[in-house]
């Protein structure tokens, strides 16, 4: 390649056409792309080895003489002002014009329909309205009537008392009406599966609502993922481990879809099997539950009413329809 030859190049070739004459060394010379005539002698031969003068090649060696354009360079690639090395403006003939596409810019589009105005930002700022399961008006009645246990501690029942007496039986202990209390304790156990996703807020709601009626102080929450069997914990979820059933006597209030919703190809989703062991460790330990389950009575397996009470989590259901279905 003509960029990979040099005068050193010549230099080694032309001592191999030595005796036969000045014809071979230039033919030698031509074949690396040199012309051995010097500037200025009209195409003479020059002598051998008194003169190599490159035509082409590296314009900051020694000797550079330029190849003129010839005159279809010209027509084809016609010259245009440019800057050259002393600083004028003359004609660059390195840099070719280029021709013009005859592309012409799109026409603008008109939009047949007027745009939409800015949006009102102070609309934006109103938060959603919400409205929870429970009627607002009910849900303390409600939950307490759920979460309390009756026992006899209330006041002395003159009725009894009399009965007793009047048949000569002799009274071995004072009898008392029967009164509901929630001082035993509540533990909420608030599940996070994807079935409940939806009702998130009115889990956390609800978590508020019996915080309040009970008290903090008698209050536990536990969070789970679709059955509390597989772990629970009152914190995030790298934090939970087996579940603990709370002391004997402990209300249970389990908020839950009990495996109803969320997705029926879900592999997660709870088992008859997980909930009926459930039971079996809350009932050893002498601990009574409560479901609040967000659908309606139509839509719970039979297997559920008979494992333990269910609540409808809806605004449909009244304290009247707990105290009547939960003892």
Known sequence: MRSDVWIRDLLRALPLAQGQGEEAERAIARLLGFDITAPGTGGQDVAPGSAVFPATGDANLPGFVPEEPSPDDLASHPRRPGLMANGSVGEDNSLPLLDPSGEESPLPFEWTAPSLPPPDRSRLQVPLSYDPLLAPRSTSALLHLALSRQVDQGELDVERVVEQLSQGLPLESLPRRPVRTVRFGVQVLADLGVGMEPFSRDVHETVHHVRAT??????????????????????????????????????????????????????????????????RTLAYAQCTAVAFVPFPEQRWPSWTAKLLPLVPWDRQTTAGWVATHIG
């Open 214 to 279: 009970v008290g903090h102080e008698h209050t536990q929450v536990a969070y789970f993922d679709h059955c509390p069997v597989r772990g629970a914990g009152p914190g995030p979820r790298w934090t939970w481990g087996e579940y603990v059933p709370p002391a004997p006597g402990t209300r249970i209030l389990i908020l839950s879809d009990l495996g109803m919703g969320g997705p029926r190809l879900n592999a997660r989703r709870s088992t008859r099997a997980e909930w009926e062991r459930l039971v």
